[in-house]
Every structure is written in structure tokens, then in C-alpha cells.
């Protein structure tokens, strides 16, 4: 199994507008769907509530990371903890990172989700096949997000 997930999506709008729709915690919540408690902050907390149907009682729990002005973002938080019953804290956390890079005609987004090696290996594999197609949803999101929100 791979121990990292990397997608990448070239969106057609500026680098500002993406890194907007990334790093400001309402907007972010808007295509992501989830409702943020307050802002991202380098070294800091950020939660809140899953907002997509049938998540909505799971809690969302990152630690922001880096915070590089429209260049780069990334969070850790434990991948697919949808078990309201069960406590992740243990866990090593997974590294998302987003890249943005300027290309003719707007941004290029790349996605990394790395350390799924270090997670369970009882919990590796659905992680895994969960944030996969997450991802894939999630990039297709943020594309109709500045799509529409400009």
C-alpha cells in the first residue's frame, strides 16, 4: 500500500482567490463542508463540525501547521475518524499539504496526504480508500467553489 495520497487540479483563478478559498476558515468550511469554530492559525487548533449529510455529529480537528502566503498550507489531523466512540489522539496524524503554483490561465492546486504508514495498520487501509475518494471529491469541490465565488 502507498503511503501517500497526491492529487493535483488546475483551477482558473488566481493564486490569491485559491489561497482565500483554502486559509479563510468560512470559506474553507464552505466547500470542504464544515462548519470551523474560528480561524487557521500556524502552530494552533482548528475545529469544528463534519457538515456533509450523515457526519454532522463528527467532530473536525486539525493542527495547522505552515501557513507560507499563498504558496503553502498543510494540517495534520488523523484521517477518516469518523468513530465518534473512539480516541485517534493516540495516533500519529496524517500531513495534508496544499501547493499552489501560478500557471497560464490560473493556479495550479497539489494536494499531499502523507504518513498513512504510520497510522494502525488495522485503520490503514479504509483510511486510506476514504481520503483517496475524499480528495478526489474534495479538489472538485474547490474547483466549483472559485468557480462561483470569485
Known amino acids: 500500500m502507498k503511503d501517500h495520497i497526491e492529487k493535483s487540479i488546475e483551477l482558473k483563478a ?17 466547500w470542504f463542508q ?10 494552533q487548533i482548528a475545529q469544528g463540525y463534519i ?11 486539525v493542527v495547522v ?13 488523523h484521517p477518516y475518524a469518523v468513530d465518534t466512540n473512539k ?12 501547493r499552489l503554483e501560478k500557471i497560464p490561465g490560473g ?3 497539489r494536494l499531499t496526504e502523507s504518513d498513512f ?12 480508500r476514504m ?3 475524499g480528495w478526489e471529491e474534495q479538489m472538485k469541490n474547490i474547483e466549483k467553489y472559485v468557480a462561483h465565488h470569485s
Open 51 to 61: 457538515t456533509y449529510p450523515g457526519y454532522e455529529h463528527v467532530k473536525w480537528e
Open 117 to 128: 504508514d504510520k497510522i494502525p495498520s488495522e485503520r490503514q487501509f479504509d483510511a486510506f
Open 14 to 30: 488566481p493564486i490569491s482567490r485559491v489561497w482565500r478559498a483554502l486559509t479563510d476558515y468560512r470559506e474553507f468550511g464552505e
Open 131 to 133: 481520503n483517496e475518494g
Open 107 to 109: 493556479t495550479l492546486l
Open 87 to 98: 480516541d485517534y489522539s493516540k495516533e500519529t496524524p496524517t500531513t495534508v499539504e496544499f
Open 65 to 77: 501547521q505552515k501557513m507560507e502566503h499563498e504558496r503553502l498550507f498543510s494540517f495534520t489531523w
Open 34 to 43: 464544515v462548519k470551523l469554530e474560528g480561524p487557521f492559525i500556524q502552530g
